[in-house]
């Protein structure tokens, strides 16, 4: 059974600070990593995707890839209230669906 | 970014009956994926759907009760069927874009409610 599983939180951070979302994966076949933001009665939103080792950045959104720990994360920057959502973890090999964690809710407070 | 249109955006539906919920993609896509997300919760697979061959069907769901239709490579079309107050809930479809490696995007979603 392939799993990803995230802290459902709510995760809450004061305006300005950075926020911290952990996924980790059970299937060593992965080969694309993915963070999508949810608000709610929203449909998903790619914000991240991440195919390597190493650190990706876009603006203000980092993702860490860690494939020998199957380990993926999402660091917010400068925290705004408009990134308070949920933010889904998700997997996939080529070619397949992807598999999601349950999401983790993030609250940023002006 | 492909831009899929999923209609209805919501529905409420008495028990017994079927929704059939349609997806249309701007471009040509090879896989189309439907997802539910009950409230709450994460997305969860339904099935994949293949232009020119069977919807593929993931564990816990069956052709019977989410019957799906490809007839080509831009639209594709869910029903549930028999419904009862625990297929309230989301329903998305999703697409891939083209090319390796693959990114996923979705349709707005349906927000069915059953009564």
């Known amino acids: 059974q392939k799993e990803v599983e995230q802290n459902s939180g709510p995760l809450s951070v004061p305006e300005g600070a950075i926020a911290s979302l952990n996924c980790t994966y059970s299937d060593r076949g992965s080969q694309s990593f993915f963070w999508y933001r949810q608000y709610s009665g929203k449909s998903p939103e790619l914000i991240m995707s991440?195919?390597?080792?190493g650190d990706k950045e876009d603006g203000r959104f980092t993702a860490q890839l860690n494939k020998a720990s199957q380990y993926v994360s999402l660091l917010i920057r400068d925290s705004q209230p408009s990134d308070s959502a949920t933010y889904l973890c998700?997997?996939?090999?080529?070619?397949?669906?992807?598999?999601f964690g349950k999401g983790t809710t993030l609250s940023v407070s002006s | 970014s492909a831009v899929i249109s999923q209609k209805p955006s919501r529905d409420i539906c008495q028990r017994g009956t079927s929704l059939t919920i349609q997806c249309q993609v701007d471009s040509q896509v090879t896989m189309m994926f439907w997802y539910r997300q009950q409230p709450g919760q994460s997305l969860t697979l339904i099935a994949t759907?293949?232009?020119?061959?069977?919807?593929?069907?993931e564990s816990g769901f069956v052709i019977d009760k989410f019957p799906i239709s490809r007839p080509n490579l831009t639209f594709s079309t869910l029903t549930v069927s028999n419904l009862s107050p625990e297929d309230s809930s989301i329903y998305l479809c999703?697409?891939?874009?083209?090319?390796?490696?693959?990114?996923?995007?979705f349709g707005q979603g349906t927000r069915l409610t059953v009564v």
């Open positions: 759907a293949n232009q020119g061959s069977e919807a593929t069907y």
């Open positions: 991440i195919y390597s080792n």
């Open positions: 998700a997997v996939n090999q080529a070619g397949t669906a992807l598999i």
């Open positions: 999703s697409v891939e874009r083209q090319g390796s490696p693959t990114e996923a995007f």
